[in-house]
């Protein structure tokens, strides 16, 4: 397969000011994962087609943030029916864990810095399985060519990509990793340099197997399922994953979320996912007093506005949300009218609240304790829209970069058990409903949505990576959408807020409105994020694509 994209290279299209735009278009983290899913789409391929494409090349370039040992949840909408749908692959917990991950089987305490990452940290994966369920769906392309330019790449090489040198600099301890000495390392605690041509023999050996074998051989008993096992088994801190767990594995099809703001319906994923219900909360509050269709670069009031809403949806989330098999979630009641109504009273006025607490969406039921985990994931996200009307918006992750930080046959493990309640019940306080039970998905900060007009032709896709503050990047970027911003790379590129723990956090571009929001009484940071928001927004028949520059984001058009 041609894996270069005439008549531009991937360097040129890394550096692309302006918006991709085609009758289909893609947006992933990194231009080769792009120029893999595009060229799907050119042969012939759908959406799905060019999101395995994707997905196989980014766990080579990104394997910090995704892979195939991790966990994805799909949003997708097909305009030639009507359709919409949400695949949950989230990774989930084994069949055998204790209450909480700083306690061991017998309930001796672990230390918090020793129960963040090992094998003790890995749920059972579901992306392999997510990739299938979408290419049995709508695939129309043979399963096994899907994986030509990852291996190709793997096997004879590819350029270290600037944000994964920056990540592996960062994690000092990773440095000395099996995988990441071999393959990113130069020995002494040395990276790379970016743009060093690298080989991952042992993920081009996994490709293979998933080629030629199907997405069984990562499921049951195989060479594949045998590594990685061993992997987590043989770690100083063991985890407890099983065969019978990867072979009982299932995603989960579930219904969008689906909620009319203004002129406008989105459709995101739903509980276990917090993410897409906190961004429709944000919107939901903005627009119950008037301010839904302004950018959150308009002013001091309107980001003092965001940021409060933000923390409002967090406390909700905290409270309320965690897997649907467990427990029952109040999403209808989180996101009705008079709820939302009385909540949104406080951006009405012009000073913040000292302290956010969850609201009462039904009074006779009490906030449980705070659900929320030791870490949170770092992901990626995709964003691909064909000419044949299948919209696609999925977000992947292993959970931190560099998810458990132990590798098997070529690429990362996850450490989503981290994702569940730190503490499960606290004093007084009904049991977190995202607390650690065996076979359950914690919850996770993805957003993945479709925006759609009201007759239900999709006007955006668009999602993003980058741990809890990946609600105020997907809500930011429809923000400016509903603005009447059609540039999917300029509402990509454009300044965040974010306010997810406290703290509102804006980029340089809006400094000068920080004055203004500590009047207000907000704790402001000044700093550059590494977001990794990705979208495609309608133009009339085509479409414009985005990638964050603040990774290696690409988007390509076709």
């Not at 949400?86 to 230390?111: N, W, Y």
């Not at 769906?137 to 096994?144: A, D, M, Q, R, S």
């Not at 990773?174 to 041509?197: I, K, N």
């Not at 195989?222 to 995603?251: A, E, M, N, W």
Request: charged share 15%; proline share 6%; hydrophobic share 40%.
């Amino acid at each position: 397969m041609n894996t270069h994209l005439p008549p531009t290279n991937a360097s040129e299209v890394q550096r692309r000011a302006s918006a991709a735009v085609g009758t289909a278009v893609v947006a992933t983290a990194n231009p080769a994962a792009s120029i893999a899913a595009v060229n799907v789409l050119r042969q012939g391929g759908s959406a799905a087609d060019a999101v395995v494409a994707a997905q196989a090349v980014l766990c080579l370039v990104e394997p910090h943030a995704s892979g195939f040992g991790g966990g994805t949840v799909v949003v997708w909408h097909d305009s030639k029916t009507g359709a919409s749908g949400v695949m949950d692959g989230l990774a989930c917990a084994p069949s055998q864990v204790p209450t909480r991950l700083e306690s061991d089987m017998a309930g001796q305490r672990i230390p918090r810095e020793r129960a963040l990452v090992g094998g003790w940290t890995v749920g059972v994966p579901g992306t392999v399985k997510t990739l299938a369920r979408l290419h049995t769906k709508f695939g129309l392309k043979p399963w096994g060519g899907l994986f030509d330019a990852a291996r190709e790449l793997a096997h004879s090489g590819f350029s270290l990509p600037p944000y994964l040198v920056k990540t592996l600099r960062e994690i000092g301890s990773m440095q000395d990793e099996p995988l990441a000495l071999s393959v990113y390392g130069q020995g002494q605690h040395q990276v790379r340099p970016a743009g060093t041509t690298v080989r991952n023999a042992d993920l081009a050996q996994t490709l293979q197997w998933l080629a030629e074998q199907g997405p069984e051989v990562f499921y049951e008993d195989s060479p594949l399922t045998r590594i990685l096992l061993s992997q987590v088994h043989q770690d100083h801190l063991p985890g407890l994953l099983s065969l019978k767990d990867l072979q009982t594995y299932q995603v989960v099809d579930r219904a969008p979320m689906a909620t009319q703001i203004g002129q406008q319906v989105l459709l995101t994923a739903p509980p276990p996912v917090f993410g897409g219900l906190a961004v429709t909360q944000i919107l939901a509050l903005l627009d119950a007093c008037g301010h839904s269709c302004e950018s959150p670069s308009s002013g001091d009031a309107q980001l003092h506005r965001v940021a409060l809403a933000s923390r409002m949806a967090f406390a909700d989330r905290g409270a309320y949300v965690g897997d649907p098999a467990f427990s029952d979630i109040p999403t209808q009641a989180l996101l009705h009218p008079d709820y939302l109504r009385e909540r949104s009273a406080p951006l009405r006025a012009d000073k913040t609240l000292a302290e956010v607490t969850a609201g009462r969406p039904v009074s006779t039921l009490e906030p449980a304790s705070d659900g929320t985990g030791l870490t949170s994931a770092m992901t990626s996200h995709l964003v691909v829209v064909d000419a044949m009307g299948l919209s696609i918006s999925m977000t992947t992750t292993i959970n931190q970069n560099f998810g458990s930080r132990v590798s098997a046959a070529g690429f990362y493990l996850n450490n989503a058990l981290t994702n569940f309640a730190r503490v499960p019940q606290a004093s007084g306080h009904r049991k977190s409903v995202n607390a650690m039970e065996p076979g359950k998905r914690p919850i996770t900060s993805f957003a993945p949505t479709i925006v759609c007009d009201l007759q239900g032709a999709p006007q955006m896709v668009v999602g993003a990576g980058g741990g809890n503050r990946i609600v105020g990047f997907v809500s930011n970027a429809i923000l400016r959408q509903r603005a009447g911003a059609q540039d999917a790379q300029l509402i990509v590129s454009a300044p965040q807020v974010i306010n997810w723990s406290g703290m509102t956090e804006i980029e340089p571009a809006l400094s000068s409105w920080a004055p203004g929001l500590r009047e207000r009484g907000h704790w402001t940071m000044v700093r550059r994020m590494d977001g990794g928001t990705q979208a495609a927004v309608r133009q009339g028949s085509m479409w414009s694509g985005g990638g964050d520059p603040r990774r290696d984001g690409c988007a390509l058009g076709v």
